[in-house]
């Protein structure tokens, strides 16, 4: 398949969604992009008989990541926020290693930029965490504050998304190669 363009996927969002006040964080946007690109990833998963819970497992981790940070916008607290918003970092985390492990099926392409993708949406949480608790500096609880979350490659390269190999029929997805 070939790779998935972050313009061409934002174009099919309904604007039910991008109407929303929510649309505006960038954050937001990419965690929702990832948890497109996880379909994928986890119907590529699925067909390995060693990786079939791990795709249930990243599923649920990177549908997390926005779900988390939708919730936490609509809160009215800043407490409230906060905590939400460290639930999306800790599904972040968790796909992290979700997509470690599934690399030899997904491939070392598709599961580094997932990687990349998911240090820039951690990036970005770990900015806002401390923003909306009102911290200049992060207090006890999240004491990496002074590991800086850097991608290695441009914005462009983490929306031009390779795609696993697999083939859609009837049934489903099936793997070209493992």
């Known amino acids: 398949m070939r790779p998935l ?6 174009m099919q969002i309904p604007r039910a969604i991008t109407d929303e006040p929510l649309w505006t964080m960038e954050v937001y946007r ?6 497109d690109l996880a379909w994928y990833d986890a119907c590529t998963l699925i067909k390995h ?9 990243l599923y649920n981790a990177t549908g ?7 919730e936490g916008f609509s809160r009215a607290s800043l407490k409230d926020q906060a905590r939400f918003y460290e639930y999306a970092l800790g599904s ?8 470690f492990k599934a690399r030899y099926v997904v491939g070392e392409n598709v599961a580094e930029h997932r990687l990349r993708l998911l240090a820039e949406i951690s990036r970005h ?9 009102g911290q200049k500096v992060l207090k006890k609880g999240i004491q990496e504050a002074r ?9 462009i390269d983490l929306f031009d998304a390779p795609m696993p190999e697999y083939e859609e029929n009837a049934t489903g997805y099936t793997q070209h190669a493992i």
């Open 49 to 57: 008989p060693i990786t079939v819970k791990l795709a249930g497992q």
């Open 147 to 155: 590991v800086e979350y850097v991608t290695e490659t441009s914005q």
């Open 5 to 10: 363009k972050y313009q061409d996927w934002v």
């Open 64 to 70: 997390g990541i926005s779900a988390c940070i939708s």
């Open 30 to 35: 990419l965690a929702l992009f990832l948890g």
């Open 125 to 133: 949480l770990m900015k806002i965490i401390p923003t909306v608790r």
């Open 92 to 99: 972040a985390r968790e796909s992290r290693d979700w997509y």
